[in-house]
């Protein structure tokens, strides 16, 4: 596989893809791998998450440079992302003494009942491209602490991250003498992907993407009656009501919406504002818009990078054409910036777009820097504009009213499996379990009691 940077479209690398051979070597090393690992006590299992642990933060600086050349994030959000793999290492290492199960009353005279959790066995991981290290870590860790083995299948654009992030792995299994196989990496595209989804070898394949992949690797995985762990597509919305503060709101909004060129699956993509404010906020934002410096991630001062590539630049025009014809009016950005950025990369102005409500478009996820921003006039009518679309991952409210705030976290509020209140849709916290529901697959990655979902229960 030939590997091209999105800042300037040149080559930085090529990459073997594994063969059908390869793959099924890999996954008969990791079934032994598992075999071995699940007698290991978790805490001595915990150790050799330390040791990646370690590693990472040696190489932190290293590793996020891969990430911007490869994916075009701008270095601190590079360098925020291998940071998030360095916090799931420490969550997983504490949570290695906490595999808690329970003891209750039995019915039966002079006996005792249990639940325990045991490891899985091999589980599959496959990644999207644009947290390219991050959303590996966040199962592999806990995956690994909890006695299961893993194979890691990443985006064909990730790839050279991928050979990173595998490269400490293992060093870091080398190092404790940890089993051989026990991380294993598959390069290659949706052949690959479906080998693993179709071994009968594999009890858990977690995928992280678009809905549609979702929905063809549960099909092939639930043939078989094995398990997916699924965090599909966002279409994340956030409401602005009258009590909101205006200046913490714009900061969120700008954040989440622009950030990573909108490339997130938590990136803000729908605005409510309520009808008496929404002139004052499209000001603020189209301001705001404005000044973002867009262009070169490597440079100073930039805070928008390119689009991964020429498919997510025209997937981005081709849902403007489609907002504006379905009533939409196009207020800011959206086209192609070539001034002052490197040839051959896809650089876009992020865009807002003013719409009437949820119209077709607005209820699809398109993975570029557009913003829809609709009105509405009573609470509930927000509420029902959040909700109105099939995917539930992020969202978010902006109030000061303590009665808003409440509704919106209550099971009459977000259908979402996040729900932020006064602060935006993007980015998440290791303690919590990160995922959504709807279209987005209901499943939970990184912390709380996520990780039940890599072990099985007797």
Not at 31 to 51: D, E, F, H, M, S
Not at 253 to 269: D, E, H, K, P, Y
Not at 304 to 317: C, F, N, T, Y
């Amino acid at each position: 596989m030939t590997c091209r940077s999105p800042i300037d479209g040149e080559v930085i690398g090529e990459v073997a893809e594994s063969t059908p051979a390869e793959i099924a070597a890999a996954i008969e090393r990791s079934r032994c791998a598992a075999a071995a690992w699940r007698v290991v006590p978790a805490p001595k299992r915990g150790q050799l998450v330390a040791r990646l642990a370690e590693l990472v933060r040696r190489n932190k600086r290293e590793l996020a440079a891969v990430i911007t050349n490869e994916i075009g994030k701008i270095p601190s959000e590079a360098e925020g992302e291998v940071q998030e793999w360095i916090d799931i290492c420490e969550f997983a290492v504490g949570l290695s003494r906490q595999l808690y199960g329970r003891t209750m009353a039995s019915e039966r005279p002079d006996h005792r009942m249990m639940e325990q959790w045991h490891p899985l066995g091999p589980i599959a991981v496959i990644t999207a491209f644009n947290f390219p290290m991050a959303v590996w870590a966040w199962n592999a860790t806990i995956a690994l602490v909890c006695g299961d083995s893993v194979l890691w299948k990443p985006s064909e654009k990730g790839a050279l991250c991928a050979q990173a992030a595998h490269a400490l792995i293992v060093r870091a299994g080398i190092m404790d003498g940890s089993p051989e196989g026990l991380s294993a990496l598959i390069q290659g595209g949706r052949d690959a992907g479906r080998m693993l989804a179709e071994s009968e070898h594999i009890p858990l394949v977690s995928a992280t993407g678009s809905v549609a992949m979702g929905r063809q690797i549960g099909a092939i995985v639930g043939k078989r009656l094995g398990r997916c762990l699924l965090e599909l597509g966002g279409n994340n919305a956030a409401i602005v009501t009258p009590s909101a503060d205006l200046d913490l709101a714009e900061q969120s909004i700008v954040f989440s919406a622009a950030g990573t060129a909108g490339q997130r699956c938590t990136t803000l993509r729908r605005l409510i504002v309520h009808e008496s404010i929404l002139p004052a906020v499209l000001d603020r934002l189209r301001n705001a818009y404005g000044r973002l410096s867009i262009g070169d991630p490597r440079k100073a001062g930039v805070l928008v990078g390119p689009l991964i590539d020429e498919a997510a630049w025209r997937g981005m025009q081709s849902a403007l054409q489609q907002a504006t014809a379905q009533g939409g009016d196009l207020i800011e950005g959206g086209d192609r910036v070539t001034q002052e950025v490197p040839r051959g990369g896809f650089y876009a102005r992020p865009a807002i777009v003013r719409v009437p409500g949820n119209i077709e478009i607005v209820c699809e996820e398109t993975f570029a820097p557009v913003l829809y921003v609709m009105p509405y006039r009573e609470f509930d009518e927000a509420i029902a504009l959040q909700n109105g679309v099939s995917q539930g991952l992020s969202s978010a409210i902006f109030t000061g009213n303590a009665r808003e705030a409440e509704q919106f976290v209550s099971p009459a509020g977000s259908d979402c499996g996040l729900a932020n209140v006064n602060i935006g849709t993007s980015g998440a916290e290791i303690g919590g379990a990160f995922g959504g529901e709807k279209n987005t697959g209901g499943g939970r990655e990184s912390g709380s009691d996520s990780w039940k979902a890599y072990m099985r229960r007797a």
